[in-house]
């Protein structure tokens, strides 16, 4: 029931009206009355009351008053006013304020009870088109989650101005002020198949989300295939790489326990520009693809590993001081599986920093360091399929020469070379295979649109890719979020049926897979322009 509270001068008429009017009859409950505006508005700020019913002029605060502190604080609650002949300029007033409805005195019952049951009639469309607005948003989501990652993608490309970056943001409704800030990026794996479905990582990444969102220093972004970027903002007393610190001990203590699951926490260094977020970024990209080399879950600092690095360099380091981890097969092929090209120098660079610069110096160190990861990388190559035809014929246009192991740079610059084309391949490959499972997943969808369980989830998991994983391929083949296309599907549907049955549009609604009719006709009008009855009439005018 919505609640109602009337504020009247006169007690003779506050009694009239509280006995003459059926409220719950007319689905509202009575919850409080005032004899001026004053007492009535610390009151009102209490009870919340859906309607206010009040008189134009009372002593101490008047109704006028009272509807600008309540219109003001308070902009949901509708206000019936209640005035006299002679008060036309308040009446005016009181509408530009944004009164709902006046009457005039001596009220009525039969008259109040009319406008009453009017009022009540427009707050439950408000609140139904709040409802469907968020449901809405809800089913937008992934669409919102993509385009996010769009802007922190030009963000940390360095392709918007401030006041670029802080107009976008304040269009998606966050705020980027703070005095500090500190990029952390943060993945989850699962051992072996990096790309099969898990609900067990999808239920990490969901209590992951829930825990972060609510903190209001944390700006989150969805990276697709690589994880999440997490804005930390900071503060003069709680500056960015402290909250990142605690941030980081949140993720351990949610994903400790799970075996089966291995995570990358890579923590960037601290900046106080907005416009320097890419150089956070960018060393914490640099930390993160230090977990390729660990392969084990840990938790990497930018600062805590440039001081290493800093430290190892002055030192002089012989054979027996080599990281070895940092030059088997496994930590490049474990790279292979789940890297991108833009971190390949990241790795090759703490490759040969764990190697150390002096022990580099050796040709025939540099020598052994590339046939072992060619050999890793020919290894993954056929692993996933690829003929070693086509493995060799590729590697012949990156032809190692001579003189570019002479250096430490050209040995570098060949590896980074190698590593960009090994995943090109692994690219092409997967772009083959992708195809066939989207072709699946479009099917599924076809066959599944009308479903209560369908969802982004229950797709991937039948085409057995893992949700985030899906959501990437899908968008970039399609061109479409799997939200977009399951709501084209069941619009086309929903139209055929408009005009070629005589089904109502609340049976069309559940028929197409929306379980509220309204909220059918809610997403029909927004996205077709028209409501579904007004559909079905321009296409019989046209028949």
Not at 40 to 69: C, H, N, Q
Not at 375 to 382: D, I, R
Not at 397 to 404: F, G, P, V
């Amino acid at each position: 029931m919505l609640k109602i509270f009337l504020v009247e001068d006169d007690a003779a008429i506050r009694e009239s009206i509280n006995r003459n009017v059926k409220w719950e009859q007319h689905g509202y409950e009575f919850v409080g009355q005032a004899a001026d505006g004053e007492m009535a508005y610390s009151k009102i700020k209490v009870l919340r009351p859906d309607v206010i019913i009040t008189d134009l002029r009372m002593p101490f605060m008047d109704g006028l008053e009272l509807s600008r502190l309540v219109r003001k604080e308070m902009p949901e609650i509708k206000i019936i006013i209640l005035t006299g002949l002679n008060d036309f300029e308040s009446v005016q007033e009181a509408l530009h304020i944004g009164v709902t409805e006046y009457l005039l005195k001596p009220v009525t019952a039969e008259a109040l009870t009319e406008t009453l049951v009017s009022v009540r009639g427009l707050i439950e469309e408000e609140q139904e088109n709040r409802a469907y607005q968020h449901l809405y948003h809800r089913d937008m989501a992934e669409l919102r989650d993509l385009k996010l990652q769009q802007f922190f993608e030009n963000w940390v490309a360095g392709n918007k101005k401030v006041y670029e970056l802080l107009d976008i943001a304040h269009q998606f409704g966050i705020s980027l002020n703070a005095s500090n800030y500190v990029v952390i990026r943060f993945q989850l794996f699962m051992e072996g198949d990096l790309e099969t479905y898990s609900e067990e990582l999808e239920k990490l990444y969901e209590n992951a989300g829930n825990e972060l969102e609510a903190d209001e220093s944390i700006l989150l972004f969805k990276q697709g295939l690589q994880g999440w970027a997490l804005i930390v903002k900071g503060t003069g007393e709680q500056p960015a790489d402290k909250v990142a610190r605690k941030i980081s001990a949140q993720l351990e203590s949610i994903l400790a326990g799970h075996d089966k699951v291995r995570y990358i926490i890579a923590i960037g260094t601290q900046t106080d520009r907005l416009q320097d977020i890419a150089k956070s970024y960018n060393s914490a990209s640099h930390a993160y693809a230090y977990h390729y080399i660990l392969g084990k879950s840990a938790v990497v600092r930018a600062d805590e590993l440039q001081e290493t690095m800093a430290q190892h360099g002055g030192k002089e380091l012989d054979i027996h001081a080599i990281d070895v981890t940092k030059i088997d097969g496994i930590a490049v092929e474990r790279f292979l599986r789940s890297g991108s090209a833009n971190a390949a120098q990241a790795l090759i660079d703490d490759l040969f920093d764990g190697v150390g610069e002096r022990n580099m110096q050796s040709f025939l160190l540099r020598q052994y360091i590339v046939m072992n990861i060619n050999f890793a990388v020919a290894s993954f190559l056929e692993k996933i399929g690829i003929d070693k035809a086509a493995i060799a014929s590729r590697f012949e246009k990156i032809n190692l020469q001579a003189s570019e192991l002479s250096t430490i740079s050209g040995t570098q610059n060949y590896l980074v070379k190698l590593i960009k084309y090994a995943l090109e391949l692994r690219d092409n490959a997967a772009q083959n295979q992708y195809g066939t499972s989207i072709e699946k997943s479009r099917e599924y969808i076809r066959a599944h649109f009308a479903d209560d369980y369908i969802s982004l989830n229950t797709t991937a998991k039948s085409v057995n890719l893992s949700p985030a994983h899906f959501s990437s391929i899908f968008s970039q083949e399609t061109g479409k979020t799997f939200t977009e296309f399951l709501t084209e599907v069941r619009l086309e549907k929903a139209k055929e049926l408009l005009l070629c049955s005589a089904k109502r549009s609340s049976e069309i609604a559940y028929e197409v897979g929306y379980r509220d009719p309204h909220y059918f006709s809610y997403v029909f009008k927004k996205l077709e322009g028209c409501s579904p009855r007004e559909f079905r009439a321009s296409g019989k005018e046209q028949q």
